[in-house]
């Protein structure tokens, strides 16, 4: 599949207008005055859900799931049909041995997968499959910033769907298309108050992009690695379960970790079953960093150094100390258009100028969203990056 999406790109040389931002990659100057959002690149707001914990895992996502079923059942089908073409043997799988892997996952996982699987009303092995996927096909960019006075704030694309079928009719990735509508915006509340937020797809129990008032805001990136997510996943299946599902952690840390620091030491600690970077923010300045992990250890921690005058930290899919792959050089762009923002003027509108500069938005971009731990403000798009926009 990589060699259909480099012909394409080649193809567009050939036939191409000559212009400069015509051409992949096609790089484009750090945008301004995009926000509020509107426009090309803007598809849409996302809707808030509630989701109440107090209530039990199975019935938790019962209202968002009947609203999403039609197109989660479309994605699933899809998803299926790829997985069929690359490895037929992983239906039997999926059908046959996930469902009775259920009862290994910890609470309250098992039964909210459960839950879901009903709700829709498809196989447990289905709803199980779309929920490993995310641990594995996730490329994104993530920043937190500190502006002059000392506040944070946190902001992600969240890039899905690479090699996952290009639809060239309409020059668009089927997968990160099929995903939009399941976007949704999740409260998740307790005692009728908030516990955290988060940015999902529906149907997805983990937790990628989320922000817990006054006390942290994460968002988790996809590290691509030999000894990678497919390896630790077939182990799960085969019986090794010391692993977490990285989903799972997030979505922990989210719920029941108390401070910036309880969360960088679980996030940096428990053991995974795919790579991640994490990026963390906390709610006191300087309290940004990126953890980059293998699946048992930390490798790196990078927290922001403001005596040295970093102001921000930003993670594509790359080992920050290396140079990223060459053709996916999203950090560089993304670096150059922070700094020529600076400190001074860095706000949910420059962010957002940031995160809308091609090629940090891409034809993998489902959306974007903003955070804001100071002021308790969580904002979240959806995205589009009409033609002519690099495929990730
Ligand atoms: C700060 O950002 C805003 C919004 O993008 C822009 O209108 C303004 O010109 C910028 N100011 C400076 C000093 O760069
Ligand atoms: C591309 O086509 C698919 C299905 O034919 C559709 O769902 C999707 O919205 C289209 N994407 C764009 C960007 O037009
Ligand atoms: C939450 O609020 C609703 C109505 O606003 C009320 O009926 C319910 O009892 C409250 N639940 C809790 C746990 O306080
Ligand atoms: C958070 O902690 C509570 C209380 O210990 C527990 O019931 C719940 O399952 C935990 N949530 C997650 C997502 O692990
Ligand atoms: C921490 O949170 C409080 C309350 O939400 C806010 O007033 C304060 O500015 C935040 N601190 C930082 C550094 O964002």
């Not at 502006?147 to 090699?163: E, I, P, V």
């Amino acid at each position: 599949m990589l060699s259909s999406v480099l012909l394409c790109c080649v193809l567009l040389v050939l036939g191409g207008p000559v212009l400069a931002q015509d051409v992949p990659p096609y790089t484009e100057d750090c945008r301004s005055e995009t926000y509020p959002p509107s426009g090309p690149t803007f598809k849409g707001n996302v809707q808030l859900y509630t989701i109440n914990l107090d209530q039990p895992p199975y019935e938790r996502w019962q209202k968002l799931i009947s609203e999403k079923k039609a197109p989660l059942m479309v994605l699933i089908q899809h998803i299926k049909n790829i997985a069929k073409s690359i490895f037929p043997e992983l239906i039997d799988i999926v059908d046959r041995k996930l469902p009775f892997l259920i009862g290994t996952l910890p609470f309250p996982f098992g039964e909210e997968i459960k839950g879901v699987a009903d709700a829709a009303g498809l196989p447990l092995g289905e709803i199980m499959l779309f929920n490993i996927f995310y641990e594995v096909f996730s490329v994104c960019t993530s920043v937190v910033a500190q502006d002059s006075s000392g506040k944070l704030l946190h902001a992600r694309n969240l890039d899905f769907g690479l090699f996952l079928g290009w639809d060239v009719k309409n020059s668009s990735w089927m997968v990160t298309e099929l995903l939009k509508p399941l976007v949704a915006n999740l409260n998740f509340q307790q005692n009728n108050k908030t516990v955290f937020m988060s940015t999902s797809f529906a149907g997805y129990i983990g937790m990628l992009t989320g922000m817990k008032p006054s006390v942290l805001t994460l968002t988790m990136n996809e590290r691509f690695s030999l000894d990678g997510g497919y390896i630790g996943i077939l182990e799960w299946i085969l019986g090794r379960r010391q692993g977490m599902w990285m989903g799972f952690l997030t979505r922990s840390v989210l719920e029941n970790a108390t401070s910036y620091d309880e969360a960088k030491t679980l996030l940096s600690k428990t053991e995974m079953l795919a790579p991640a970077y994490f990026i963390l923010g906390g709610n006191t300045s300087g309290e940004a960093c990126v953890i980059t992990r293998s699946r048992t250890s930390s490798l790196n921690f990078w927290e922001m150094d403001t005596q040295k005058g970093e102001w921000f930290v930003l993670e594509t899919n790359y080992d920050h100390w290396k140079p990223p792959l060459f053709i996916d050089n999203r950090r560089d762009s993304a670096n150059k258009c922070m700094n020529k923002k600076g400190q001074k003027n860095i706000s949910f509108a420059t962010i957002y100028d940031v995160l809308s500069t091609k090629p940090v938005l891409n034809k993998l971009t489902t959306y974007t969203t903003l955070m804001s731990i100071s002021e308790n403000k969580f904002e979240s798009y959806l995205r589009d990056c009409p033609h002519p926009c690099m495929p990730w």
